[in-house]
T-cell receptor, first 113, second 113 residues
Framework: SQQGEEDPQALSIQEGENATMNCSYK?????LQWYRQNSGRGLVHLIL?????REKHSGRLRVTLDTSKKSSSLLITASRAADTASYFC?????????????FGTGTRLKVLA | DAGVIQSPRHEVTEMGQEVTLRCKPI?????LFWYRQTMMRGLELLIY????????DSGMPEDRFSAKMPNASFSTLKIQPSEPRDSAVYFC???????????FGPGTRLTVL
């Protein structure tokens, strides 16, 4: 079963607006990562946040993590047409004994110029 | 660095044929992952290796699927015999260690007729 579920499934905004995507997961985690996938391409890592962190920034990206609610959000500020892509969260699982990440279903973001 | 290299990029085959997908991870990375991506099921982890040893193959759908990693710089995913439902994009990814950032290859788009 999916560990992470993104919300919304699809999002369409105007260039310059902010985009917020959410990820909910089921079991306790060590780390949560966000990835971007452009159409027809592989996934590209954006940011990793550890379970003891609450917020992280990278350029125009801001990620928050609420372990009590088992959720994370990715905020892209001042969006650009080049941000059009699918965004996935990936979570590992505490006590799994392995280091595999389970990817969510993704949010398809479209930024209109 | 060249990144993760996958071959072929596209493969079209007929049902019943053997298919072999190849992956060269980033030099120095100890973990290698094979994923399958479809519209219906999203991104699924099939198997992952650590130091060339298969650690978790619980995602391999059937005995028709097999994966090997004979050395640190090469891995194969084989499907024998192939079926139309195997049509998907197959990604290989590598990381320095299990919990670290994963670097994805461009994928192999497999079509089984």
């Amino acid at each position: 079963s999916q560990q992470g579920e993104e919300d919304p499934q699809a999002l369409s905004i105007q260039e310059g607006e902010n985009a917020t995507m959410n990820c909910s997961y089921k079991t306790s985690i060590n780390n949560l990562q966000w990835y971007r996938q452009n159409s027809g391409r592989g996934l590209v890592h954006l940011i990793l946040i550890r379970s003891n962190e609450r917020e992280k920034h990278s350029g125009r990206l801001r990620v928050t993590l609420d372990t009590s609610k088992k959720s994370s959000s990715l905020l892209i500020t001042a969006s650009r047409a080049a941000d059009t892509a699918s965004y996935f969260c990936a979570t590992d699982a505490v006590g799994s004994g392995t280091y595999k990440y389970i990817f969510g279903t993704g949010t398809r973001l479209k930024v209109l110029a | 660095d060249a990144g993760v290299i996958q071959s072929p990029r596209h493969e079209v085959t007929e049902m019943g044929q053997e298919v072999t997908l190849r992956c060269k991870p980033i030099s120095g990375h100890n973990s290698l992952f094979w994923y399958r991506q479809t519209m219906m099921r999203g991104l699924e982890l099939l198997i992952y290796f650590n130091n060339n040893v298969p650690i978790d193959d619980s995602g391999m759908p059937e005995d028709r699927f097999s994966a090997k990693m004979p050395n640190a710089s090469f891995s194969t995913l084989k499907i024998q015999p192939s079926e139309p439902r195997d049509s998907a994009v197959y990604f290989c990814a590598s990381s320095r260690t299990g919990p670290d950032t994963q670097y994805f290859g461009p994928g192999t788009r497999l079509t089984v007729l």
